[in-house]
């Protein structure tokens, strides 16, 4: 049996690793943290995201949860246009993209929802102890590497390929190829890295390493599938 619990050293009481206070002595598990610290969490999801993840369960108000998930929702409708150049032989027509922004921002916020209750309801029958919440700050900070990609790399896209960036004739990589080669690399290396933050997430929370590959391989494959169906539909 799974179990994440921490041991209170006043009583020897088990309780949830998210607790402040023991519930059987009341005494101070741990250091309170009331908000996330933005800066300091960026810096741990680069460096040590065990660390960033704890902070993030910790901290009694999830701050800027829901500031990530609007910007990388606009990197996902980003990669929603270019997977479009790929399902559609001919030009993709991009009209209404503040009406499909707010459709994917809504898709992505049921997702986080739903994958956070199923964990939660998977983790208990482990024995793990977890909160709805916890989960879905933590899914929506995994996806963090996106905002990178919004920030920085679709800016250097741009300014490579200009209005060419979203068009198959010609296509960025009959332009520059080297160039459009190099950056979708970059761009595999932030869905990469976004998959081994979900991992390192859902570790923090389970402490068992398969059951965490299995659960964010469910939910980057069901992210990566929506887009996919929905480059298809949007822009036809």
């Known amino acids: 049996?799974?179990?994440n619990s921490s041991v209170c050293k006043q009583c020897g009481?088990?309780?949830?690793?998210?607790?402040?206070?023991?519930?059987?002595?009341?005494?101070y598990l741990r250091e309170r943290v009331y908000n996330i610290d933005l800066w300091k969490v960026i810096g741990f999801l680069i460096?040590?995201?065990?660390?960033?993840?704890?902070?993030?369960?910790?901290?009694?108000?999830?701050?800027?949860t829901s500031f990530i998930i609007l910007l990388v929702t606009g990197k996902l409708l980003i990669n929603l246009m270019f997977l479009s150049l790929v399902t559609h032989s001919d030009e993709p027509s991009f009209n209404n993209l503040i009406f499909i922004y707010f459709i994917l921002l809504s898709m992505?916020?049921?997702?986080?929802?739903?994958?956070?209750?199923?964990?939660k309801i998977i983790n208990k029958f482990f024995g793990i102890s977890t909160r709805i919440k916890d989960g879905i700050a933590i899914l929506a900070y995994s996806l963090f590497p996106y905002v990178i990609g919004l920030i920085i790399l679709f800016t250097i896209e741009?300014?490579?390929?200009?209005?060419?960036?979203?068009?198959?004739?010609?296509?960025?990589?009959?332009?520059?190829?080297?160039f459009a080669y190099a950056l979708l690399s970059f761009e595999a290396i932030i869905v990469l890295w976004s998959f081994f933050l979900t991992i390192a997430g859902m570790i923090r929370q389970t402490k068992n390493i398969i059951y965490s590959i299995c659960l964010a391989l469910a939910f980057n494959l069901t992210l990566f599938y929506l887009l996919y169906e929905g480059s298809v539909v949007f822009f036809k």
């Open 47 to 64: 460096e040590s995201p065990k660390e960033a993840f704890t902070l993030i369960i910790f901290a009694e108000h999830k701050t800027f």
């Open 108 to 119: 992505l916020i049921a997702i986080l929802i739903l994958f956070s209750v199923l964990f």
């Open 1 to 3: 049996m799974m179990s």
């Open 13 to 27: 009481s088990e309780n949830p690793s998210y607790e402040l206070t023991c519930r059987n002595c009341k005494t």
């Open 158 to 178: 741009v300014t490579v390929f200009g209005g060419n960036i979203f068009s198959n004739n010609p296509s960025p990589f009959s332009l520059k190829e080297f």
